[in-house]
DNA sequence: AATGAATGAGCCTTCATTCAT
DNA sequence: TATGAATGAAGGCTCATTCAT
């Protein structure tokens, strides 16, 4: 018999902990394969629990998945952002896209974006805003201090280095990680960068 | 009245047509949605014929999607090819892209790529041949014409420019077309390409 | 140019050798496989002509299945009647038996037979009148010839040498065919005389 | 009110139940039709469950039929066999083929040894150990002890045997059962012992 | 007489979700 | 809180049959 106080908090504790554990299951899979090839009997047996507690706590497939995306984007903004507010710019776009490169690695982000952008699901949520928000922080105070080249808007540097980015984890992906990413992106950033630098720097 | 030899050329006309139906009904879907999400229903739908016609025509619902890979890279060779042969290596380049963008514009080649290249149909082809040598002959000559860096290789080259191209495409499909995609094919690569152009250029 | 009167005769005939090209395949692909596992396609590839042109011979898959079997009949009235008139019933039976294995050999009938027994098709036949008219007459003549033993009825003795002919083909069926049909056929039925001869003989 | 230990054994034998209920409604429509005749949907809706239950169960059409397989020879082996071991041999052959009569009456085993015999299937069994066992035990002591023809061989005794007894589940079969098979197999096989029994005895 | 393109009902199987325990 | 049996809509694919040519 357990003290009714300590069985309480046990309680909770093991239903966060359950709920991490389903969470963990979920991302993990996201990994390996399309969303759509992940089933919810995949997600539980790795999990370890039974398909009601699944719905115990997340509302559907989608909905766990939507978490991992919440999560990813106040990762940006809370470890990411802190850690590009000095240096230069060319050397704050290399920490932010390794970043990129190491909780991204998986294209598995493509196909989440792709997935909560598409259909009935477009309007629950407003495109990667941690993340994006970040990047373009970067851009900004770039093209200010007059490194970036003031004939783009942040927007096209900020695309143009994002398709770059994912482009590169999407080669990497079907390569079946063949090389090393965070080298190739180093690589593709750094060169790209030479694009965008402002002219005569 | 028709003569009996128009009238065959009818008959196997009008199967051609339905096969065409198909294959730009499935081509098409694939610009909106995954190969996963993609049904036979929506193929037969879109190209408005009976279930049990698809199969008379392709032999599963990946046949169709082996087909597009097969057809677009002998445009590539046949069509593109010719037309780079002249020119600067930037003008060359800035042809071919709006080639991928025009022909290859959505990222199914992308998701078809990886389709293909996945599982156990993993042996059947090897990456878009005709697409890709087309590139690489690009390349080839600028740096032989010393338009091209020296300090990246062929393959390097082409790494770039295709991460590029590829994300840029992708960034476009998931916003449902949002903006002009042979515009910004133009402008990423015409940018891109000055990281690329050999020093002193 | 033909002459209108060969030409008449020609298409008739024609006619007749596609009806004939079609049963055939129908047929040898009863040997082959179950009812269900043939197609039309199958036939059709088979006889060498086009999926329209089978029905306008037989009215369905059915219909020309339903003809097999009045072949049958009819064989067994025409070929093997005649060759049971004389000798003692063992012999007879022996005979007739040994037709059994030749011309149903393959256990296609039983196949046939259950399945035009069956559902809907139930009405449009009496059972193999042909082949069981000749049988019973045997079994008549033998039992007035003392030959047989009395205490069983003639529907009683059908049954028992039907039931192991047809158990026999059955099991060299599933075998694929493994050891001489014929001869299996002369055992058995030989063996099982012994215990249909009236006793004291 | 039950205890939890009641509860938990209530749950799964209302799993067990339905698995049976499949199993049976299975079974049961072997005896009427062919392997390939029977749906999903027939079982399931003889069982009273909906589709997905069946894959609950079992893990695939032929998976179920598998079993009724498996689960005749472990009956022959365990319950018919103690039965068979004393008495003359005719009293042992029609216990054991009253026993064929009852647990196989249907020619169900027919199809389904076909079936498993077939293609792929081929290896995954060695056909009905369990009840080729036991009737070889019998004819071998039937043999031994003088009672059965010394002229044949156990093999050739069991074949004789067993093609009676299955043309005769045939065609009681195909007749849906029109006469009691029980008595008519205590016949046929009580008539065929004449034919194999010792000269002279 | 012959063709073969087109049809669509029907089959097997999967899986997200519900709910009684 | 946790379970897992049950559901049924939906998907890929087959094939007997029809009909315009």
Redesign the pocket.
């Known amino acids: 018999m357990e003290t009714p106080g300590t069985d309480r908090l046990t ?1 909770q504790e ?2 966060q902990q ?1 709920r991490q554990r389903l969470f963990d299951a979920a991302y993990s899979l996201l990994q390996e394969k399309d969303f759509k090839d ?4 995949d997600i539980v047996s790795r999990a370890g ?5 699944f ?2 706590y997340y509302a ?2 989608l909905d766990v998945y939507y978490q991992t995306y919440v999560l990813s984007d106040a990762y940006f903004l809370s470890e990411v952002a802190p850690r590009v507010q000095q240096g230069d710019t060319r050397e704050r776009l290399l920490i932010y896209f390794a970043s990129y490169a190491y909780y991204n690695s998986d294209y598995s982000r493509i196909k989440l974006t792709r997935l909560l952008y598409n259909g009935e699901n477009r309007n629950f949520l407003r495109r990667g805003e941690g993340m994006h928000t970040v990047l373009e922080a970067i851009v900004a105070h770039g093209l200010q201090a007059g490194e970036l080249d003031r004939a783009l808007t942040v927007e096209a540097h900020c695309d143009l280095l994002m398709d770059m980015a994912r482009g590169l984890v999407y080669r990497w992906c079907i390569s079946d990680g063949a090389f090393p990413l965070a080298d190739a992106m180093r690589s593709a950033i750094s060169r790209l960068y030479r694009a965008l630098a402002a002219p005569g720097r």
């Not at 992940?38 to 009997?41: A, K, P, R, S, V």
């Not at 629990?49 to 507690?53: C, R």
């Open positions: 309680r093991q239903a359950t992940i089933t919810i009997g629990v039974s398909t009601g507690t719905y115990l559907s497939k």
